[in-house]
């Protein structure tokens, strides 16, 4: 899996990662895992898309005012890239 991220990361996963990644946050993945599993997380979406996805919606937009959401907004607006004029076939 590493071979398609940079070197800095790969670095960085390999000597930190496991700080991150320790038997707490593996039992979190284990509890979510089930979820999956046992079907609870399919139900949850399913009533979510049967209800209009209120929670969805909610955690969206609570996202979109998180920092990180801003600066990228505030990057995405530097960047101006030209679109390219569609190809014509010769008459």
């Given at each position: 899996?590493r071979?398609?991220v940079?070197?800095?990361?790969?670095?960085?996963?390999?000597t930190?990662?496991?700080?991150?990644?320790?038997?707490?946050?593996?039992?979190?993945m284990?509890?979510?895992?089930?979820?999956i599993?046992?079907?609870?997380?399919?139900?949850?979406?399913?009533?979510?898309?049967?209800t209009?996805?209120p929670?969805?919606?909610?955690?969206?937009a609570r996202?979109?005012?998180?920092r990180?959401e801003?600066?990228?907004?505030?990057?995405?607006s530097l960047?101006?890239?030209?679109?390219?004029e569609p190809?014509?076939?010769?008459?």
């Amino acid at each position: 899996m590493r071979f398609s991220v940079s070197d800095t990361a790969e670095y960085g996963d390999l000597t930190r990662g496991p700080q991150v990644v320790d038997d707490h946050v593996r039992d979190n993945m284990r509890r979510l895992l089930s979820d999956i599993r046992e079907g609870s997380f399919a139900h949850e979406w399913i009533e979510q898309m049967r209800t209009g996805e209120p929670r969805l919606r909610e955690l969206r937009a609570r996202a979109a005012d998180e920092r990180i959401e801003q600066v990228g907004r505030e990057l995405r607006s530097l960047m101006h890239r030209a679109v390219p004029e569609p190809e014509t076939e010769p008459a």
